[in-house]
């Protein structure tokens, strides 16, 4: 596995967490996120109220009253 997967990552501990992401992900059938854990994060904290507003991929949204102005597309970000 480290050898055939070797373009995975710099260490072993990096292939090897690869090889398990991508198998949990077949068995599943989730799709695979490659966010960063910051932008998981600062959408998360828009989604529960904590701030206003947030930009991803050079777009901005705002939540007004509640209610977001425009929405993200939200299974790219999970």
Known sequence: MLKRHSDKGESEWEIYAWCVRDAMAKASGLKLCNRS??????????????????????????????????????????
């Open 37 to 78: 854990i910051r932008e998981r994060l600062l959408y998360e904290n828009f989604m529960k109220g904590k701030v206003n507003q947030i930009e991803i991929d050079g777009k901005a949204f705002s939540a007004n009253d509640n209610k977001v102005v425009e929405d993200p597309i939200t299974e790219t970000l999970l």
